[in-house]
């Protein structure tokens, strides 16, 4: 059975980082396009950032650009979020995403096909 499973998250104070990793078992991922998205408590999953399946086209939130950077590992089946400049309002559970179709990069939840369980993020003040 296809799983991806996220890695990485926990709690870091504001301005540090995490790189949140999800490995894929069960088929290859690696044509597939990836996302990262997160969810905190009250509020809708959002979109973070997304990479087309040859890794080479990249496309991020507003809210993150230039402080996060979406990476994928197509040998390693990974795609891996480095999170720089964390912020309180970065706090939420993060999911990684794949997408069996297509060949561009992917921005919204109904786009993808499978779903990591999500690691949370938290970041302090």
């Known amino acids: 059975q296809a799983q991806l499973v996220e890695s990485g998250g926990g709690l870091v104070q504001a301005g540090g980082s995490l790189r949140l990793s999800c490995a894929a078992s069960g088929r290859t991922f690696r044509g597939y396009a990836k996302g990262w998205f997160r969810q905190a408590p009250g509020k809708e999953r959002e979109f973070v950032a997304a990479i087309n399946w040859s890794g080479d086209i990249t496309y991020y939130a507003d809210s993150v650009k230039g402080r996060f950077t979406i990476s994928r590992d197509n040998a390693e089946n990974t795609v891996n979020l480095q999170m720089n400049s964390l912020k309180p309002e970065d706090t939420a559970v993060y999911y990684c995403?794949?997408?069996?179709?297509?060949?561009?990069?992917?921005?919204?939840?109904?786009?993808?096909?499978?779903w990591g369980q999500g690691t949370q993020v938290t970041v302090s003040s």
């Open positions: 995403a794949a997408r069996g179709r297509g060949s561009y990069y992917y921005t919204t939840p109904t786009e993808y096909d499978y």
